[in-house]
């Protein structure tokens, strides 16, 4: 008769370890959406991720390290989420990119926005991180949107579309705004055609 091999913990040590970073960051990001800055330390999000205060220092030692990590982590999400958009038209395109400015994630990228223009050490980490999300933003934009930026005025329309995207998203913060904001996306996406289409060097 053989030797019997005890069972043991099948998921591998460093599988465990991603999931439960996956954990705290997904917690911190709905921590920050729904509490703010104030009301968002670690162990609260750890309580909320179902680990220790120990565990999730041991991933992110500071408070900074773990809200910007949050914020940026749901950022790559979202981005490769409208890259695997299929091309299904304009106004598909800008109801999707203003999604990602009107859930839990741009709720969350605000109170990290305020919280930075208040705290030195967070706001050179909040800057950079939201100068690369942008240029990803709107690199994704112009694929999506089939733009020719070598065309005068398509950049700056791409760039209005996501400011005008993150002004929508402000609008919600309060109040539901769906119903205005369907609207909008309507008529954006058709002077988005119409800018986007114009032939090279024709007048508006």
Not at 10 to 16: A, W
Not at 157 to 169: E, F, K, S
Request: hydrophobic share 45%.
């Amino acid at each position: 008769m053989g030797v019997v091999t005890p069972p043991t913990d099948r998921t591998p040590k460093q599988d465990r370890s991603r999931a439960t970073r996956r954990r705290l960051l997904e917690a911190a990001v709905a921590c920050l959406a729904e509490h703010g800055w104030a009301g968002s330390t670690v162990s609260v999000v750890a309580e909320r991720a179902g680990v220790s205060r120990g565990a999730a220092q041991h991933h992110f030692p500071t408070r900074e390290d773990l809200f910007t990590a949050a914020v940026e982590y749901v950022a790559e999400e979202r981005s490769a989420a409208l890259r695997a958009l299929p091309v299904q038209g304009r106004a598909a395109v800008v109801a999707a990119l203003v999604d990602l400015y009107t859930g839990p994630l741009f709720r969350a990228a605000l109170q990290l926005w305020v919280a930075a223009s208040n705290e030195e050490q967070l706001r050179p980490r909040v800057t950079e991180l939201e100068a690369r999300v942008g240029r990803e933003t709107h690199r994704i934009a112009v694929g999506l949107l089939t733009a020719d930026e070598t065309k005068p005025g398509v950049r700056e329309t791409v760039q209005g579309l996501l400011d005008m995207a993150r002004g929508l998203g402000l609008a919600n913060v309060l109040t539901d705004d769906t119903a205005r904001r369907q609207r909008v996306v309507a008529q954006w996406a058709a002077l988005l055609d119409d800018a986007l289409d114009r032939p090279r060097g024709t007048c508006g």
